[in-house]
């Protein structure tokens, strides 16, 4: 049953991390309002959006950081630390010729990153899948993000056009003087993405987006037997990310965006069933996701961000068994997830010409129904078969800041616990507790971009 529970938390947190949208240039600002980044348009889209990379030319992006518990499911990351989320890029104009963006990360693309809040890059990619191939703990596998290149085009007045290539590699070999102790692994995970923009120079903009990933390589653990230790080789490892949204200028103040997503995923290897090949394993994935928003200009130094998303969520193995493990009675085999709805709400106030400060909260409402197969039945099969729903809520809660500095504009994100770990003297909580695991920074992450 224990498994059966901690692949319920992950598929959850997954479906939450869906419904957080991707950023790129000010990653802090935008998670500081509550990650409403896919309803507002600006800096922070240009990798999310690739085709609104031509407005934000001549930039240079440096981010470090995601501060996180490690206790907390809802954002479903690892350590709490600074150092695993560091990268710089630099986007430049070449007038007529387009616009370019080179980016330098640091960790593998399943971990914190620039990718973190995308899901496609997060959570439908090959490091995800439990078929990883790669000794140790999941993740150890996963492809180091290796380059990232990015170009956009103005197609007339009124479109654009953006791409974004990747390519990713982890590699690993140990040579022994026994051949049965020899290591040979080499993974690798590029994407193709692609972008479009129209607007009718009034009241109306739509971004489209495409991605493509494809995962490849192989593991030989010993000396490579057909019968009893074959090659190990990727048979499915594809997924394709289609989004659009659409920003409606009601009103001067007012601006209605809505946002459509679609995203699918299939990862295992081959031969499954063969020797050093668990079955069940693989993972076949999919979700769906839309979601309405209401952007409003209080007044010239505030603006509020409203948005209700609905997201579901399904998964199930690539290579089902035909019966369930004996030594494992409940196994679970497939898993539907649905957040009805996601609530957002998010306020941003300049405070002076040179501070912003930024407040945010969401609410999922999540609905997880489980198949779980006892020991001797068929998958498909009614007796036996138990399905069980586990109902939930989960909450965030995101603080923020942001300072205006000449040409640069440096954006924080606080961690949640800042204001109750400011000193025992006004909370009556310390930093510290004792525990490295609970050690609490007061910012979370940093986004800086330099402007030219």
Not at 62 to 81: K, R, Y
Not at 198 to 225: H, I, K, P, Q, R
Not at 347 to 358: A, G, K, Q, V
Request: charged letters at 15%; glycine letters at 10%.
């Amino acid at each position: 049953m224990f498994k059966n529970w901690s692949k319920i938390v992950l598929v959850s947190a997954l479906v939450i991390a869906i419904a957080a949208p991707a950023v790129f240039a000010t990653t802090a600002r935008v998670r500081s309002l509550a990650n409403t980044g896919d309803y507002y348009s600006d800096d922070s889209n240009v990798n999310r959006w690739l085709s609104t990379l031509p407005s934000y030319a001549n930039q240079v992006n440096a981010e470090l950081g995601f501060w996180n518990n490690p206790d907390n499911v809802v954002n479903g990351f690892g350590e709490a630390s600074l150092a695993d989320s560091r990268g710089l890029s630099w986007i430049f104009g070449t007038g007529k010729w387009g616009t370019y963006r080179v980016t330098i990360n640091e960790n593998q693309l399943d971990h914190a990153g620039f990718w973190m809040i995308n899901p496609f890059y997060n959570n439908f990619m090959s490091g995800s899948a439990s078929n990883l191939l790669g000794p140790g703990a999941a993740g150890s596998g996963t492809p180091i993000n290796t380059w990232d290149v990015a170009g956009g085009w103005e197609l007339g007045d009124n479109m654009a056009l953006g791409v974004n290539l990747t390519r990713s590699r982890w590699s690993y070999k140990v040579s022994d003087d026994d051949p049965d102790n020899n290591v040979e692994i080499d993974n690798t995970y590029s994407s193709l993405g692609a972008g479009f923009s129209w607007t009718n120079n009034e009241d109306m903009v739509l971004d489209l987006l495409l991605n493509l990933g494809f995962a490849g390589g192989s593991a030989l653990f010993g000396v490579a037997d057909p019968a009893t230790n074959p090659k190990l080789e990727w048979d499915s490892g594809s997924a394709f990310d289609v989004a659009g949204r659409f920003f409606w200028d009601w009103k001067d103040d007012i601006t209605v965006p809505v946002k459509v997503e679609f995203i699918n995923s299939d990862y295992s290897v081959k031969p499954a069933g063969g020797a050093g090949v668990a079955v069940p394993s693989g993972d076949k994935m999919s979700a769906f996701q839309f979601g309405v928003g209401v952007d409003m200009d209080v007044n010239q130094d505030h603006m509020l961000i409203f948005a209700v998303e609905f997201t579901s969520m399904s998964w199930k193995y690539s290579n089902p068994p035909s019966t369930s493990d004996a030594a494992a009675p409940d196994t679970l085999t497939e898993l539907s997830t649905s957040v009805m709805p996601t609530l957002r709400l998010a306020l941003e106030s300049s405070i002076t010409s040179w501070l912003t400060t930024r407040i945010g909260a969401a609410r999922h409402m999540t609905k997880v129904t489980a198949k779980s197969n006892v020991a001797g039945n068929e998958i498909e099969a009614t007796d036996g078969n138990p399905l069980f729903t586990v109902e939930q809520a989960a909450f965030e809660w995101f603080l923020g800041c942001g300072f205006n500095i000449a040409e640069w504009t440096i954006d924080m994100e606080l961690a949640a616990e800042t204001p109750f770990s400011i000193g025992y003297w006004l909370t009556g909580y310390s930093a510290f507790d004792g525990n490295d695991a609970n050690e609490y920074g007061p910012v979370g992450r940093i986004s800086a971009v330099y402007n030219y």
